[in-house]
């Protein structure tokens, strides 16, 4: 596809092109855009139909945007800003260097412009600046007949005509209607009697986008109305948008939880020095709190100095009972993430996470305790590494599931008690245990 | 709601029950029915008209269901399950106990019979067990009033009626149009001119769930047809289980990255034997090779039984290289999971790895350095600390950062190569450069 297209640019067979890529979806061409030359592009773009070069145009890597838009002439800019979803236009002013944005918002109608400004009010977090103004909504009093004709009419710029939203005359939200319902209905059926008007589900413009996502996921929606604090309609949010906050925030949990300070740029465009600035600082945390172990051990330096042997099985220690309590602090972040715990199942947990560990922490020290009584005959060094594994596993696995709740009842974030936090933690525990018991079973 | 519903019930005040329920949305039912007692239940479900009935149903705890279709009668649950939509109810046989499934499966007609046997054929992480075959399908010489007549009459039983797929005598698929290109056509048009025929995206029954919801991400599509080996259509996916995929296999990953067997159950419906041998492999393996790093620490034993203060600094390079260590791998399976890194970029995340780590490194190295001589005035002792420590983060983010591609080269999940195994490798490298680093600076 990609060869053909550049043939015919090359070929200025542009009457070709046209046809050819007409064919193509949006998000195909945009990849094909993006991996021509800057000449090529502009070929290409002005053989699109307007509508599905604004489309085309809304998937492109900010590079390209930004190469494209010098290369365009100002009513060019102007047409396709005006034919982007105004949300799509609001992301572009918020990822385009400001003299680009001056030149599309001064290339822009009045009204685009206006719904771009509105729209980027809203926090980037919030339901609002997800949403999109271009929606239908249709009055109460209309027929189906009525409903479809106008659908017809102002359906082509709207991001979804699927489900539809009923307002009173100040725009308050009445209802919804289905096109699916519509088309199921009699002609002249009046909206307000086929609509859902009683327990309708909708967002608040300051809610988090979080919240949007996990709506969509419990009700299987396509579209979510979002109203201001007065239930007046403002905007709607579409599925592919939740889609988008869903694998965003599963990102970022995963950058919090490796102890990095989130970003949402894909890595290769995230440059060295960002990169490192977002990794130092809890790197720099975790390694002071990390001398805390050191200085147990050397607390305890006689003992090991008595018994060499001892020293052995403390990377086994430090490793075991970190991996242990990093699968229980993920469970939990997990479950909370998805919404399948919360704090009140926090005695639910610990008692788990303690018969689990159990379990868990039984097996590894018999086995360990063994294998060590095999190799070396010592049985009170075996029983000493027995002992500590299963207080360790124990320890790492009810601290693990408990201090991401802990860090949700007072308001933190859970997924920052995940693997290196809980691993220092658990370190620090597990060491002096381990001493401790050394000292008591073996006397030294 | 919950005490509302709960008290018409007591009252068996069956009429208004029907009206109040009718008004709430099914997932909210379901919510209602889970907290209610089995009787409640039974005499609420009844109140539901049959196609909320069968809604309600399918969002319904596993426990629930269990227990409602044991009070149901034959035809009762007979009617449930034809009204179900097909990949519902193949998932219901799925996750009942057989015996119920048993009872379902002789109250429901053929043809849902059929259907389920059908879709049970597919492999559970296939596009095929994700796929319901309820869709609508035209053909290319219907007009476009044809192909609204045709929705009216079929449509309240399809999963999505906005996407429509037009086949020909065979049942191949030969073009997909949408309700809002036929909306937006004349009545007389016919369906073959308006549809999109060529580049049709869609999926074979025997493709990967995770490329299907990759495909819902791409192309931001509401449903995407399923083909089998010659091109037949034979289902499709929507958009709502797409969305549910990406959150299952976001949890996998988490879950594979915390050293466990991934399991797709809510925490606290798993039980604690369940638990504990999806944590136990991965813990027994990394146990045994940590004692790598114990070996270590063994063999060089004479220099820090000559210069015991080197011991104080283990844990803190230990812990150090893990989390640096699986900061890189977590970036790195994170971008190949959302698409954005793949194996071509090897060379590029090796080179920003290295360049990243020079930069972190370098600056935790400076800090641990300077601060270690400000408490102890032993500069060759905060020298080998400070080496020891920028030589571990620069093996721990390159290696990090590799693994997870070495893991993909070798088709490997690369969600394995997360923080556990990178800490055991990095802490044994850390501890041996550690040593050796002591033993030249230090001349024990």
């Given at each position: 596809m990609f060869e053909h297209i550049r043939e015919l640019i090359e070929g200025k067979r542009i009457k070709e092109l046209r046809e050819f890529a007409g064919e193509?979806?949006?998000?195909?061409?945009?990849?094909?855009?993006?991996?021509?030359?800057?000449?090529?592009?502009?070929?290409?773009?002005?053989?699109?139909?307007?509508?599905?070069?604004?489309?085309?145009?809304?998937?492109?890597?900010?590079?390209?945007?930004?190469?494209?838009?010098?290369?365009?002439?100002?009513?060019?800019?102007g047409g396709i800003v005006d034919e982007l979803f105004l949300d799509d236009a609001a992301d572009l002013v918020e990822e385009l260097p400001a003299n680009v944005v001056k030149r599309i918002l001064r290339n822009a109608s009045d009204e685009t412009r206006r719904g771009i400004n509105q729209l980027l009010q809203y926090h980037e977090d919030s339901a609002g600046s997800l949403m999109t103004t271009e929606y239908i909504d249709l009055k109460a009093d209309m027929t189906v007949e009525d409903a479809f004709r106008y659908i017809r009419e102002v359906g082509m710029d709207k991001e979804t005509i699927y489900t539809c939203y009923v307002v009173d005359a100040r725009q308050v939200l009445i209802g919804v209607v289905t096109v699916r319902t519509l088309l199921l209905s009699q002609y002249a059926d009046r909206i307000g009697d086929i609509m859902s008007g009683t327990n309708l589900i909708c967002v608040s413009t300051s809610d988090d986008r979080e919240k949007v996502a996990e709506l969509f996921q419990k009700y299987d929606f396509i579209a979510l109305p979002v109203v201001d604090s007065e239930r007046h309609l403002v905007g709607i949010v579409t599925v592919d948008d939740a889609m988008e906050v869903l694998e965003e925030e599963s990102t970022e949990d995963f950058h919090k939880m490796a102890a990095m300070v989130p970003f949402d740029e894909p890595y290769l465009s995230t440059g060295v020095l960002e990169l490192a600035r977002k990794r130092i600082l809890w790197l720099m945390v975790l390694m002071v709190s990390a001398t805390l172990?050191?200085?147990?051990?050397?607390?305890?330096?006689?003992?090991?100095?008595?018994?060499?042997?001892?020293?052995?099985?403390?990377?086994?220690?430090?490793?075991?009972?970190?991996?242990?309590?990093?699968?229980?602090?993920?469970?939990?972040?997990?479950?909370?993430?998805?919404?399948?715990?919360?704090?009140?199942?926090?005695?639910?947990?610990?008692?788990?996470?303690?018969?689990?560990?159990?379990?868990?922490?039984?097996?590894?020290?018999?086995?360990?305790?063994?294998?060590?009584?095999?190799?070396?005959?010592?049985?009170?060094?075996?029983?000493?590494v027995g002992a500590s594994l299963f207080a360790t596993v124990i320890f790492a696995q009810t601290v693990g599931g408990m201090l991401p709740l802990l860090a949700k009842a007072l308001k933190f974030d859970p997924a920052l008690m995940a693997a290196p936090i809980v691993t220092t933690i658990v370190d620090a525990g597990s060491l002096t245990v381990y001493f401790l018991i050394a000292r008591t079973i073996m006397r030294v």
């Open positions: 193509i979806n949006a998000t195909d061409l945009a990849d094909v855009m993006d991996a021509l030359a800057p000449e090529g592009r502009v070929v290409l773009f002005r053989a699109l139909s307007k509508d599905l070069a604004a489309d085309v145009f809304s998937y492109l890597e900010p590079d390209t945007k930004e190469e494209l838009v010098a290369l365009l002439s100002d009513p060019e800019l172990s050191g200085e147990i051990i050397t607390h305890y330096q006689a003992i090991f100095a008595a018994v060499p042997a001892l020293i052995a099985a403390i990377p086994m220690l430090m490793d075991t009972g970190g991996n242990a309590g990093s699968q229980s602090s993920t469970l939990v972040i997990r479950g909370m993430a998805v919404g399948e715990l919360s704090l009140g199942d926090a005695f639910k947990v610990l008692f788990k996470e303690l018969r689990v560990s159990l379990l868990v922490g039984g097996a590894l020290a018999f086995f360990n305790a063994a294998y060590k009584y095999a190799l070396s005959g010592n049985a009170s060094l075996s029983l000493t």
